[in-house]
């Protein structure tokens, strides 16, 4: 019966989407359009050179050296190998969908185990922080201080996501630990790593270039196409009055909450394009700020049905299960919208408040006001890449010390 339903869903779709074209070319031609610039002038520049290191690491065998470095603190709080903190890092600081493409090409390559896979795929799709800060923060709020919220809540909502994946299916099994010697040496134990991989595939590094360079460009293509598609798609919701429906069934419900029904089509909007999602979202009158931000966060977590389906593509090659990452989506958007309600009024009210030792007087005589989680910030932004680098060398020894035990 399921696959019945299916097969109509399927089969209604592609025909309104077929008659819709026909009906509306230019309005179909101009969401086409836009979904291509965004795709040609932001996406592909941004993920390319990520996607190559990516498939670069692999080929050397350096995020098997990673994995060995970071094994003591990905398996205890996520449950998945050390490697994992490779597609974690690249996959928050890239953008989606980093952390599927890097994930699936982990479990091609047999690193990761299939439940493995797949609850790092759970929560390394995150938005990027350029996004967050410069389109959403800045572009549509106009408000820097916004940022902020939206990152923390945005990523640490992403790290509970993984914390709470670390339980599915916890009794399966894991990939096979090194059987290295422990007591040999960390650095001769990498560099055997680092040349075995080497020799195992034996390619001149061309080919290894050539074909990291090819399988990124293949996946920035289908992934563009997944983004024209949706554009038109929304476009075609738009002009033929669905969207409209449903926001105002949507607006009913969010009426009873005494939220403001007009956030009911942005927010339907977002969850098929974040970025114009966003954008109404901010320029929805009659809403507070925290309601705004609330429903933003909520659009960042889910990811959109476009990233989303971007994911189900490159999750179709592997054995990867794309239920389990849907599933994460919902659990993102419940940790994001309460860690935006909580930290609301620490990090973006309470940033306006001093205290009376923050003012000063200049020489004209005018009172000039230290905003304390300003200052701290610019503190922060010109110091804290040595807090980094010490909080790194300390990590390393601790890592070091522990490998080097018999």
């Known amino acids: 019966m399921l696959n019945k339903i299916r097969t109509i869903f399927y089969t209604v779709s592609t025909i309104f989407l077929a008659v819709a074209i026909i009906i509306f070319p230019d309005e179909s031609l101009e969401a086409s359009i836009r979904g291509l610039k965004l795709w040609f002038e932001i996406v592909f520049p941004s993920l390319l050179p990520f996607f190559i290191i990516a498939e670069l690491l692999l080929a050397f065998g350096i995020v098997k050296v990673i994995g060995m470095i970071l094994e003591p603190l990905m398996r205890p709080l996520f449950n998945i190998p050390g490697s994992g903190g490779v597609v974690l890092g690249m996959g928050l600081a890239s953008g989606y969908p980093s952390g599927a493409k890097i994930s699936s090409r982990l479990r091609q390559e047999g690193v990761l185990t299939q439940i493995e896979a797949e609850r790092l795929v759970s929560f390394t799709n995150a938005s990027n922080p350029l996004f967050i800060f410069g389109a959403i923060s800045i572009g549509f709020f106009h408000d820097p201080k916004t940022g902020l919220l939206l990152a923390i809540s945005h990523y640490v909502g992403a790290i509970l996501v993984g914390l709470c994946m670390r339980f599915y299916k916890y009794r399966e099994t894991q990939t096979e630990k090194q059987t290295n010697d422990q007591r040999e040496s960390f650095i001769r134990r990498a560099w055997n790593t680092l040349h075995h991989e080497r020799l195992k595939k034996n390619e001149p590094l061309g080919q290894v270039l050539g074909r990291a360079v090819s399988s990124s460009i293949q996946t920035l293509v289908t992934i563009g196409g997944f983004i024209i598609l949706f554009s038109v798609m929304n476009k075609l919701l738009f002009i033929t009055g669905i969207t409209n429906n449903i926001s105002i069934l949507l607006g009913q419900v969010l009426d009873w909450f005494n939220i403001h029904e007009g956030l009911s089509l942005p927010f339907i909007t977002g969850l098929f394009e974040i970025t114009l999602g966003a954008q109404m979202i901010s320029q929805t009158d009659n809403a507070s700020l925290l309601i705004q931000l609330v429903f933003v966060s909520a659009v960042l977590a889910f990811n959109g049905f476009s990233i989303q389906a971007q994911v189900a593509s490159i999750l179709a090659s592997t054995d990867i299960r794309f239920a389990p990452y849907f599933f994460a989506r919902l659990l993102h958007i419940v940790f994001s919208v309460w860690l935006t309600i909580i930290l ?47 909080a790194l060398a300390i990590g390393c020894t601790i890592i070091y010390s522990r490998l080097r035990r018999p």
Do not use: C, M
Request: proline letters at 4%.
């Open 344 to 390: 609301f009024k620490p990090l973006y009210l309470n940033r306006n408040a001093f205290s009376p030792y923050d003012i000063t007087v200049d020489s004209e005589g005018q009172t000039i006001h230290h905003y304390f989680w300003f200052d701290l910030w610019n503190w922060l932004d010109q110091y804290g890449y040595l807090i980094s680098l010490a």
